[in-house]
């Protein structure tokens, strides 16, 4: 189950796993695609799944990571009804503004925040996405006061920042690296802990002087929870396998993104750590979903 549409990174990633189990234990694995309610459709449809090694969830930032402090109540727990099998990949996202903009680094965005609070705009694909909650970040981080405008979607809500309608905004790599290779947009910086390997060039915000900024997207594979033990550890062997291969890794990074396989626990600790740390951010900001 991937609770995205088809097309994105999300399914990408599912379609490459789904490829290698069905090459590794000869039974077909269909990707379904079930989006809506930001992921939580999806997630919840896998979540009261049997617990047999059948079905698998593609989990995601915003569904596992973010919803838990995002929305009042949501049907399942990211923690307690999933049995991590591996991460797969984790992807940044890129402080992008307008070329005509008279900034240069990011640090020069806040300058001109505080000449003009509340004037900035960022855009993102909707309120309570990891990139809107990258803009409440870099509020929260250096005191500014910016405009959050919401879309339906990464498209429109980087295209409005390449017509010079919106002043930024924080989209994923996958997404952002094309229109800043093509000179549509301009990177000022990413927000992962190092520099990514698609903008080599362009700084993390941290070494932009914005201490403490660390956002991240991510990619995995879960089962629901209670799935047999040797169930889980069959399914992590063959996608860390495959995760190893060089033309799965080529694929993958060629998107922007970072291939990163893990233990089941490796998994849950990480996910542990970003749902606590999106939960700060969410708190900081007064970002509730209505």
Known sequence: IVPWTAGG?????????????????????????????????????????????????????????????????????????????SLMSTTCYVLSVHPSMAVKTAKDVVALAKARPGQLTFSSPGTGTPNHLSGEMLKMLTGIDMQHVPYKG??????????????????????????????????????????????????????????????VGWFGMVAPANTPRDVVMKLNAELVRALSMADIKERITSLGAEVVPSTPEGMDQFNRGQIALWAKVVKASGAKAD
């Open 9 to 85: 990174t999300a399914d990408l990633m599912a379609r490459i796993a789904g490829q290698k189990y069905a090459e590794a234990f000869g039974q077909q694995f269909v990707v379904d695609n079930r989006p809506g309610a930001g992921g939580l459709i999806g997630t919840e449809q896998a979540a009261k799944s049997a617990p047999d090694g059948h079905t698998l969830l593609l989990a995601t930032t915003a569904p596992n990571s973010v919803a838990p402090s995002f929305y009042s109540k949501i049907s399942f727990d990211p923690v307690k009804d999933f049995a991590s099998i």
């Open 154 to 215: 990464s498209a429109q809500a980087i295209g409005d920042v390449i017509g010079g309608q919106i002043a930024m905004s924080f989209e994923n790599i996958v997404v952002a690296s094309t229109f800043v290779k093509s000179g549509r947009v301009k990177a000022l910086a990413v927000t992962s802990p190092k520099r990514a390997a698609a903008l080599p060039n362009v700084p993390t915000l941290a070494e932009s002087g914005i201490p403490g900024f660390e956002t």
